[in-house]
Each structure stands twice: as structure tokens, then as C-alpha cells.
């Protein structure tokens, strides 16, 4: 049970001073919620006041990725505190987080909860949550175009939207699709991120384990019928630097900032 006594006032509306930018993909494993731990963090290094909704409710992944854990409970997230009927959320490298992580008791368990919950754990976390003035509100969405997109999208219909996808070809058509779900609740894309682009081994050869093109695919494809051509904010290189600093809960680039995905990723920060 995450609602206390009291009701209060939602307060990332459109007139409020805080961007809001919902990330989302296709499908699962193209590294959405890397890619948002990443912005996250790099946004609030520099200076800027970030929070960040875990709204991929059945797949979260954020507290790990940011290194969330209870040093109590092995494997499991830390809990938030709570003052009143006020949750406060969790600080990790500089960024107020909230997930869903944080409230159950065993992570081996399906959250096997279906649209009115979704929507309502979704509504409480936006409004219960007292994340204080932002300067930006990231969600990490889950993948594709379920219950969860729709609630973000009526709940927060002016948030900003970057679609994630890999380079395969065979990604483009679902992550179009997300875009264009995001579109139809009001929602802005601003932009599409390629992530496990070419791998470049040490030796200087390189690899394109996911092909080539699907981001610039994807980017022409939301482009289309636009007033504004929607382009390709960041393309991320596959890296172990990058995925070791997901399992440490040290993102990369505060890890690792020299690294290729690293740049990619502050990259985006200044498009962003
Ligand atoms: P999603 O949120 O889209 O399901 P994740 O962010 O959980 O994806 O990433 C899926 C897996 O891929 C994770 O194990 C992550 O560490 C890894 N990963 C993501 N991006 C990269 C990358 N550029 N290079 C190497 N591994 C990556």
C-alpha cells in the first residue's frame, strides 16, 4: 500500500517549471532504462535538479542500475522513508528516484498487476512522492505500447518523449509504433536514441552485432508528416565499461567518462 491519509495536487502539470521527458522503446533489452539511469545522472551532474519514475512497473530495473540497494537485504532495493502521509524518495549519485522496487518484498516476484493498478501506482508515485522543485522529471517506461504508456501519456500529456532503439532493422517498427502511441495522448517526441551501436574491440575491428541504420530508420519514420523533422539525438556504442557500470550501479558515465558509450551518452545530455 503506497497512499497515505491525504490527497494532494499532481504537481508536474504543464504549467509547472519541471521538464518532463518519458523514455521509452519498442521492446525489452534495447537498454531504455541504461540509457535513462545514464541521462539521469549526467543531467544531475550537471547541476540540474533531477527525479526519475521507475514506471516500467513489471520490469523495473532503475534501483540496480543506480546501485539502490539495501545493504540489509541483499539483492532488494532500499526502502524510501516516509514523513506523514509523504514518501521520500531515495537519492542515488544526485537523482531522486522512485520504483516500484522499493515497495516489494521479494523482487522474485511477479508484479502481476494489471491497467487500474498500473495507472494508480503510476498516479502515486507522481503525486505522492515529494520530489520538491525539478528542474527535470525523467520516466522510464516499459517497453512497447501497453497500460502504463496510456496512463503517463493522459496523466502527463505535455511530457517530452525519446525513443530508444538498436540499429537492427527488425526494432525499427515497434519503436515507431511507441513514438506514435506517445503522440496520440498529446505527448512531443523529441527525439530518437540508437543504443548497442558498432563495437569497436580493442584491436581496432569492429563489430556491428545489431547491423546498422535502425535509429536514423526510426528518427525518418517519426519524421514523417511532422512540421519539425524529429533526429536521432545520440548513437550509443555496445561497451562493457557500459554494462559493467549497470551492474555496479555506477553509471558509466560517471564511472568511466572517457569511455566511447560514455560520450554518446553526454552527447545526448547536451541535445536533451
Ligand atoms: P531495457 O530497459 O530496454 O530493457 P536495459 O537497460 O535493462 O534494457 O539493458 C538490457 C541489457 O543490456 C542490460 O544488461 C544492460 O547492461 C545491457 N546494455 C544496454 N546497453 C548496452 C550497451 N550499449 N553496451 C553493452 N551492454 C548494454
Known amino acids: 500500500r503506497l497512499r497515505g491519509p491525504g490527497k494532494r495536487r499532481m504537481p508536474f502539470t504543464a504549467d509547472s517549471l519541471t521538464r518532463v521527458i518519458a523514455v521509452t522503446s519498442g521492446k525489452g533489452g534495447v537498454g531504455k532504462s541504461t540509457v535513462t539511469a545514464n541521462l ?27 546501485g539502490l540497494d539495501d545493504p540489509e537485504r541483499p539483492g532488494r532495493a532500499v526502502r524510501p522513508t516516509r514523513v506523514d502521509d509523504m514518501i521520500l524518495p531515495p537519492v542515488a549519485h544526485g537523482v531522486k528516484v522512485i520504483s516500484i522496487g522499493m515497495f516489494v518484498d521479494d523482487p522474485a516476484t511477479a508484479v502481476a498487476w494489471r491497467g487500474p493498478m498500473l495507472h494508480r501506482t503510476i498516479d502515486q508515485f507522481l503525486t505522492d512522492v515529494y520530489f520538491g522543485d525539478l528542474d527535470v522529471l525523467l520516466l522510464d517506461l516499459p517497453p512497447g505500447t501497453g497500460d502504463v504508456a496510456i496512463s503517463v501519456g493522459q496523466i502527463l500529456p505535455h511530457a517530452e518523449v525519446i525513443v530508444v532503439t538498436t ?13 506514435t502511441v506517445a503522440r496520440q495522448t498529446g505527448q512531443h517526441v523529441i527525439g530518437v536514441v540508437e543504443n548497442m551501436g558498432a563495437f569497436v574491440a580493442p584491436d581496432g575491428t569492429v563489430v556491428e552485432m545489431f547491423g546498422s541504420g535502425g535509429g536514423a530508420d526510426v528518427a525518418e519514420r517519426l519524421s514523417r508528416g511532422q512540421e519539425a523533422a524529429v533526429p536521432l539525438l545520440a548513437s550509443i556504442p555496445l561497451s562493457v565499461d557500459l554494462r559493467r557500470g549497470g551492474d555496479l ?6 564511472d568511466r567518462p572517457d569511455d566511447p558509450a560514455a560520450r554518446a551518452i553526454t552527447a545526448l545530455t547536451d541535445a536533451v
Open 40 to 66: 539521469a545522472v549526467s543531467l544531475a551532474a550537471r547541476g540540474l535538479a533531477v527525479g526519475l519514475v521507475d514506471a516500467d512497473v513489471h520490469g523495473f530495473s532503475i534501483p540496480g542500475l543506480l
Open 167 to 179: 540499429p537492427q532493422a527488425a526494432a525499427a517498427d515497434v519503436a515507431e509504433r511507441s513514438g
Open 249 to 254: 550501479g555506477i553509471p558509466v558515465v560517471l
